[in-house]
């Protein structure tokens, strides 16, 4: 049984519904706001997820970034050294979608060149009746991102948990694929013959 902790950045656009989004998550459904204060800087989430058909499990410190262009290089400054990302967007607006690429480029910039696993979420699905952006177009750009796509409605508490498993299943996995490297480093075939 292992227990990984990872660092998980949330970025999007003001009002895209990254606190609601994060909150739905670590209360299982039980803490949807109707009334939000903006983020001002960073607010620290954290939740345990178990891994499946393992017995591990990872405890996800989601930072939930402001989403406001005057906070975001303070916000940075908190982020530490990032571990997984998760890029937040409105399905109805196109404004939204387009800032992902600033928002996903500003991480990486931040990290030093390390690949991060990541996760893209259109976020208010309860909104499908004034989309802007397709579920089409915004598969393809997290494809081109190396991000999973994920669709969720905070207020309607649909899909909350998944871009959250994702992340910590491709955590969990890039940290099998490193042991896996340095047990095989450490291999020495002396000790087997």
């Given at each position: 049984m292992v227990k990984l902790r990872a660092r998980c950045i949330l970025v999007g656009d003001a009002a895209v519904g990254k606190s609601a989004l994060s909150q739905m998550f670590c209360s299982d459904g039980s803490h949807f706001q109707k009334n939000y204060?903006?983020?001002?800087?960073?607010?620290?989430?954290?939740?345990?997820?178990?891994?499946?058909?393992?017995?591990?499990?990872?405890?996800l410190y989601i930072f939930d970034t402001a989403g406001r262009e005057t906070f975001a290089e303070t916000c940075e400054k908190m982020w530490g050294q990032p571990s997984v990302v998760c890029v937040v967007f409105e399905i109805s607006s196109l404004d939204?979608?387009?800032?992902?690429?600033?928002?996903l480029?500003?991480?990486?910039?931040?990290?030093?060149?390390?690949?991060l696993p990541g996760?893209?979420?259109?976020?208010?699905?309860?909104?499908?009746?004034?989309?802007?952006?397709?579920?089409a177009v915004a598969q393809e750009w997290a494809r081109e991102q190396g991000l999973q796509y994920h669709e969720t409605s905070a207020k309607e508490m649909e899909n909350c948990d998944a871009p959250f498993l994702s992340l910590a299943q491709a955590f969990h996995a890039m940290y099998q694929d490193r042991r896996q490297i340095i047990q095989r480093l450490s291999w020495d075939p002396t000790d087997h013959q």
């Open positions: 204060t903006m983020t001002a800087g960073v607010e620290l989430l954290v939740k345990s997820m178990s891994i499946p058909e393992t017995n591990d499990s990872v405890e939204s979608f387009n800032s992902c690429s600033r928002w480029e500003r991480v990486r910039a931040h990290c030093n060149g390390l690949q996760v893209l979420v259109g976020n208010k699905s309860d909104l499908a009746s004034r989309r802007e952006v397709e579920t």
